[in-house]
């Protein structure tokens, strides 16, 4: 089974939500996405459950993820070990030897940034593109974070999504999104760094030798 990014919604959303709090979702994402529009480099490690409700069945894994606008972006597994997800710019490649180890895909990447660039795509014009609802102020591991419940207001690939941004960085810091295909997934990051330099090779990616390779 395939991982997937970036970043679902567990909960309901009342109905008749006041109008003042969706103007505090909207500040608090506008907020948000100006803070990100800073970010030249980015990286965390995560971990990530995947529940695949058709099918019955939930898979997990955690890593490192990195990201370099515009185009270039990195998801590699600890656990399972040697999964990985990586955007060079030109190409996506998807290797999980978890599940196969003899078969890598290799994607087109255009338009690889508006795939994986969640930041991007939930903080983007947010007033403009989303439904959004202002559900309080919760605490994650310590770290208080503000919950707004988004909907898109047109097909964006999933159908709903709840999103944690920390109070004092305005960092997502926790993600759920229902998928378009019923899927859920969620996606925890921890130890942020921001801006620092990054090496090419982090966002390179050779497939092994012996492995055949997929062009779609």
Request: glycine residues 6%; contains cysteine.
């Amino acid at each position: 089974m395939r991982h997937w990014v970036v970043p679902v919604i567990l909960s309901q959303v009342i109905a008749g939500t006041s109008s003042g709090q969706d103007s505090q979702a909207y500040a608090v994402l506008e907020g948000a996405s100006q803070n990100y529009a800073q970010v030249h480099t980015f990286c965390a490690q995560f971990h990530q459950v995947t529940e695949v409700t058709l099918l019955n069945l939930i898979r997990s894994g955690q890593g490192r993820m990195c990201q370099r606008p515009p185009n270039e972006f990195a998801m590699r597994f600890s656990e399972p070990a040697g999964d990985l997800i990586v955007a060079d710019g030109e190409s996506v490649w998807t290797f999980y030897p978890s599940v196969d180890d003899q078969q890598v895909l290799r994607f087109s990447g255009l338009n690889s940034d508006d795939r994986f660039n969640f930041y991007k795509n939930l903080l983007t014009n947010p007033r403009t593109r989303f439904k959004a609802v202002y559900q309080g102020i919760e605490e994650i591991d310590n770290q208080r974070s503000h919950r707004i419940f988004m909907e898109p207001k047109e097909p964006q690939g999933f159908r709903s999504a709840v999103v944690w941004i920390d109070l004092e960085t305005e960092l997502i810091i926790n993600l759920e999104v229902l998928d378009s295909n019923e899927s859920i997934r969620k996606i925890r990051l921890t130890d942020i760094s921001l801006n620092m330099e990054l090496e090419d090779e982090e966002f390179r990616f050779v497939p092994p030798e012996g492995t055949r390779v997929i062009i779609r």
